[in-house]
């Protein structure tokens, strides 16, 4: 089937390769610092005109990071897009003064160099823009990566882990092109409303669907959802998807389900058998209420072809389904010593039309949204918590479906809108969603945030992060 933007004047081929984001494998060790550069790049998604986009060492995003537990990872970021930035290193379980929020600006053409601890399991975790006011563009242009953290444990597992081989990558995306088929990104108040919402499904920087030849065996799918504020919902077109692992690591046992659902923000392992089957596809849900392309043309609720998979006569990793990947103990809700309660509110009474038209697509310091009534403050601390001490968090919303992330942990999901959470998201996490009733995650915080270096937590609509539906904390 030829796609086209939707009457536009640029057509879609039906396939394109896999593109491969260039690997910096670091696990061997580290012999000079890390050096990141913040750029602006040029980039063809695959409608034959170039976009303006940022990049992370790349036209386009940046690398995929390979780390390992016991490091501690010099950086030097340098700062060349012309405008103010910074890098948040989206999961790991660090210090506020290295975890690269608002607090943390790059100045345009200056070098940031924070020594970051790598304490925690194998997990995925990724690098993005956290400029306050400025996340969503600088995100949706191109400043974001992935951190892959890994173990003796991981390393020794009996997965798949050959990176471009069994082991694949995948940033999700969805964006929107003009007419000439150049990347847009303008604000308004439907988008404040929602969030900003594409069109057009976008893998690794190449617009969906791809396809990728794979040898016989299990294959590796580590997959993030770095849309600016819509939700996914996966699922394989042959048998089920098997998630091995969520935001914070391993699963106690894979889980085999028809589908699952990925907020902004989330990461998801999944292992997919080629033994079995000749091809198979990763099918995407684009579950927006903006009515897109996809939507219009595939019917809501209906799925669109991302990833298909073609199994060739070459070898692969040949080792069994695993019965078991983690000891992961259930929460012990027991424990806690704290609760809090976040409200996150929608409606704080300001006029989002007249706020997307005064701000030139970034929201600013406006206030337009808010948790417990206050929109986000640079120099305002909103919580307190002790170190080492364990808590509930009770998250709620006024409107729609909301996730929520905190800095600095993982946790554990207590209730999803006020039911357990489906076990494929029954692990270690730092990012929960909810649309009615509550969300309640265990959470506890072993590193120190001063108050000139506070933690986050924040809605994951990097719009609505980004027009004051965020606060600030300390850890001490």
């Not at 060492?57 to 390992?68: E, I, M, Q, S, T």
């Amino acid at each position: 089937m030829l796609l086209t933007g939707g009457g536009l004047g640029w057509a879609q081929p039906a396939m394109r390769p896999l593109p491969l984001i260039p690997l910096t494998d670091l696990t061997g060790g580290i012999e000079d610092r890390v050096s990141l550069s913040l750029g602006l790049g040029r980039h063809d998604f695959g409608t034959g005109t170039a976009s303006d986009t940022f990049g992370i060492n790349n036209a386009y995003l940046g690398p995929v990071l390979r780390v390992k537990q016991g490091q501690t990872l010099p950086f030097d970021v340098a700062n060349n897009i012309g405008d103010t930035s910074t890098i948040h290193w989206h999961g790991l379980h660090i210090p506020g003064d290295v975890d690269g929020g608002p607090h943390q600006e790059i100045a345009p053409d200056a070098v940031w160099s924070p020594d970051v601890p790598i304490v925690q399991h194998a997990s995925m975790n990724w690098l993005h823009s956290h400029m306050h006011g400025k996340t969503a563009r600088q995100t949706y242009n191109g400043l974001a990566g992935v951190l892959l953290v890994e173990d003796d444990a991981s390393l020794s597992a009996d997965l798949p882990k050959t990176y471009g081989v069994d082991d694949f990558t995948l940033v999700l995306q969805d964006k929107m092109f003009d007419a000439n088929g150049r990347m847009t990104y303008e604000l308004s108040a439907a988008v404040f409303e929602d969030g900003f919402e594409g069109d057009t499904l976008v893998i690794n920087g190449a617009i969906a669907p791809v396809g990728q030849n794979v040898p016989t065996g299990l294959v590796r799918l580590r997959i993030l959802n770095a849309c600016n504020a819509r939700f996914l919902g996966l699922s394989m077109e042959a048998g089920p998807i098997t998630v091995i692992a969520s935001d914070g690591g391993f699963l106690a046992a894979p889980v085999a389900v028809e589908s699952i659902l990925m907020s902004p923000g989330e990461r998801y392992e999944v292992l997919v058998d080629m033994k079995t089957f000749e091809t198979n596809t990763l099918n995407v849900n684009l579950n927006g209420d903006g009515g897109g392309f996809f939507e219009n043309l595939f019917g809501g609720g209906q799925t669109v072809p991302a990833l298909s998979l073609t199994r060739t006569a070459d070898k692969g990793f040949d080792g069994a389904m695993p019965t078991q990947l983690a000891n992961l103990e259930p929460p012990k809700p027991e424990d806690a010593t704290v609760t809090r309660s976040f409200q996150l509110e929608m409606d704080v009474g300001a006029d989002l039309a007249a706020l997307a038209l005064a701000w030139d697509n970034f929201c600013g310091d406006a206030g337009a949204m808010a948790i417990n009534g206050q929109p986000m403050k640079m120099d305002r601390i909103d919580e307190e918590v002790r170190k080492g001490d364990t808590e509930i968090w009770r998250i709620s919303v006024d409107d729609q479906l909301h996730p929520f992330h905190i800095h600095g942990c993982s946790f554990r999901i207590l209730s999803q809108n006020g039911a357990p959470p489906p076990a494929y998201a029954a692990g270690w996490k730092d990012m929960v969603h909810v649309e009615e009733g509550w969300s309640e995650v265990l959470v506890r915080f072993d590193y120190e945030a001063t108050k000139d270096a506070p933690y986050m937590y924040h809605c994951h609509i990097l719009e609505h992060e980004d027009c004051g539906m965020m606060g600030q904390f300390t850890v001490s």
